[in-house]
């Protein structure tokens, strides 16, 4: 796969995964949020609680699961992103915070997605 052919994918995967979130009452905020320490990928609010949301995608090519992804290294860096976000949205920074993770897998033209509430806790609460 090319690079361009990479960022293609994770684009319509980001796009998947932001329509499940919808579908399952979370508005998205904002979406490829760029930080000084790196991206959080969406930013959400189900009813009162900010949701920051990691997208790990796979093509069902034996290329393994996507979740094996978000290991306590991704963990860690989301949770520092996610404070260096509050930080520059005080707006937001009263709300009670969580982290999930949307999964998804291609096969042919077919996506399973899944979507993991509360998937971490960074343990800053």
Known sequence: MTEEDG????????RLAARRLRGLGYRIL???VRLRGGELDLVAKQGEIL??????ARRATGSGEPGEAVDARKRNKLARLAM???G????????????????????GLWWRVEV???AFRPGWE
């Open 84 to 86: 260096e976000y509050l």
């Open 7 to 14: 960022k293609r994918f994770g684009a319509l995967a980001e």
């Open 116 to 118: 993991i509430a509360d």
């Open 51 to 56: 949701v920051f949301c990691e997208i790990k």
């Open 30 to 32: 904002a979406s490829n």
């Open 88 to 107: 520059s949205r005080p707006d937001l920074a009263h709300l009670e915070c969580r982290f999930d993770v949307v999964l998804l897998w291609r096969s």
